[in-house]
């Protein structure tokens, strides 16, 4: 299930989409912390509260990660063809991070995009849209007014997890809000 912006799936949201218990991520595509925590997401926290919690990922592209905000935008369109697509890209940008450069993003996008069948140059034109652009700039706005600056940072209830944090930490905010 995705929440919406526009025309477009804003951005994903993990577990029981319609639960009051909310653990929202700001995140950066390009982010080694951020990989490590959605390795955290993928592993623990979803398959442990997912019947219970809905996780929500928010795009907060860093300045220094130059093709951060395009990939952000892509998993955006890739989600408007495919629920699990975006999140799927999301996922990819993380874990290959060290690979993608500006320069060869729209080659990655394509190959990513043609792997799962769907259409390579539909998804490139994410890169030329002003809504999913706006759209991202928002939901990164959003963050700033919420005290975001670095990536991830993640909100449990009034509890704030910032870059490095303990797994346990967050299970134990999880449960105090459950």
């Known amino acids: ?33 951020c990989w490590n925590w959605r390795r955290v997401l993928d592993e623990t926290l979803i398959p442990k509260f997912g019947d219970r919690v809905a996780f929500v990922d928010h795009d907060f592209p860093l300045e220094k990660h130059v093709w951060a905000e395009r990939a952000a935008m892509a998993s955006r369109r890739l989600a408007s063809f495919e629920a699990e697509a975006g999140l799927d890209f999301r996922r990819y940008c993380l874990e290959f991070r060290a690979d993608v450069t500006l ?17 390579a140059e539909a998804t490139a034109m994410s890169l030329r849209d002003e809504d999913l652009r706006t759209a991202v700039r928002n939901d ?39």
């Open 1 to 33: 299930m995705s929440e919406t912006h526009s025309h477009y799936p804003a951005l994903p949201v993990e577990g029981l989409a319609s639960s009051l218990i909310r653990v929202e991520t700001w995140e950066d595509l390009a982010c080694v912390d």
């Open 103 to 119: 320069e060869n993003f729209v080659d990655r996008l394509a190959e990513f995009a043609q792997a799962r069948g769907l259409d």
């Open 140 to 178: 990164a706005a959003a963050g700033r007014a919420r005290g975001v600056a670095k990536t991830p940072t993640v909100f449990v209830g009034d509890e704030t997890f910032v870059e490095q944090f303990e797994t346990e930490a967050v299970i134990a905010a999880i449960e105090r809000q459950l």
